[in-house]
């Protein structure tokens, strides 16, 4: 079944749900050292604390990432755009002068960044041109101040003026406690 839409379409359309920035790395069984930057990532279990990203098939870094068993989530700062420029590239200088550190799996973890993960692949899937990662967090350091590195229609983007908290009622003070089921699960820091 052919859709009546192109690629350009539907990625005109996915385009502007807004995303958070993040690189993701692995460190091969010979030292070698793989990094991208992906808007694919996503919590999807508080327990057992669970991942995922996706990866393009055709990456020069897809067998590299295969082979691992693991890997790290660096969520970008809205101050290292250039960071995510770099490691959307190809070519081995995308490591060059860059400091990192490394947890339990071995994966770089890039120090500056919000928050990194640090993972155990639990299982791949198909995903049509992606393979579909979902990792066990392992480990994680996050940043209780900074502001996100956001990507919407194919440019960055800052974030804006904080709007209100989920199952607020706009204008109606003191909420707290407030009952909104129809958030609960949407994000992992919400539950009614």
């Given at each position: 079944m052919?859709?009546?839409?192109?690629?350009?379409?539907?990625?005109d359309?996915?385009?502007?749900?807004?995303?958070?920035?993040t690189?993701?790395t692995?460190?091969?069984s010979?030292?070698?050292?793989y990094?991208v930057?992906?808007?694919s990532?996503?919590s999807v279990?508080?327990d057992?604390?669970?991942v995922?990203?996706?990866l393009?098939?055709?990456?020069?870094?897809s067998?590299?990432?295969g082979?691992?068993?693991?890997?790290?989530?660096?969520?970008?700062?809205?101050d290292?755009q250039?960071?995510?420029?770099?490691?959307?590239t190809?070519?081995?200088?995308?490591?060059r002068?860059?400091a990192?550190?490394?947890?339990e799996?071995?994966?770089?973890?890039?120090?500056g960044?919000l928050?990194?993960?640090?993972?155990?692949v639990?299982v791949?899937?198909?995903?049509?041109?992606?393979?579909i990662?979902i990792g066990?967090?392992?480990?994680?350091?996050?940043?209780?101040?900074?502001?996100?590195?956001?990507?919407?229609?194919?440019s960055?983007r800052a974030l804006?003026e904080?709007?209100?908290?989920?199952?607020e009622?706009?204008g109606?003070r003191?909420?707290?406690?407030i009952e909104?089921?129809?958030?609960?699960?949407?994000?992992?820091w919400?539950s009614?």
């Amino acid at each position: 079944m052919n859709p009546d839409f192109d690629a350009r379409d539907f990625r005109d359309a996915v385009g502007w749900f807004a995303t958070g920035v993040t690189v993701i790395t692995a460190r091969g069984s010979d030292g070698a050292l793989y990094g991208v930057t992906a808007n694919s990532f996503a919590s999807v279990s508080l327990d057992p604390p669970l991942v995922l990203w996706s990866l393009d098939k055709r990456s020069p870094s897809s067998d590299g990432f295969g082979a691992a068993g693991h890997f790290a989530v660096n969520i970008l700062a809205q101050d290292q755009q250039g960071l995510s420029a770099r490691f959307a590239t190809t070519g081995p200088d995308k490591w060059r002068d860059i400091a990192h550190e490394s947890w339990e799996t071995g994966a770089p973890i890039l120090p500056g960044s919000l928050a990194s993960l640090d993972c155990r692949v639990e299982v791949k899937h198909d995903g049509g041109d992606h393979v579909i990662f979902i990792g066990r967090v392992l480990r994680l350091e996050s940043r209780r101040h900074g502001q996100p590195l956001l990507f919407s229609r194919g440019s960055y983007r800052a974030l804006g003026e904080r709007l209100g908290v989920a199952g607020e009622v706009p204008g109606v003070r003191g909420q707290e406690g407030i009952e909104a089921p129809e958030l609960a699960g949407l994000e992992p820091w919400f539950s009614a």
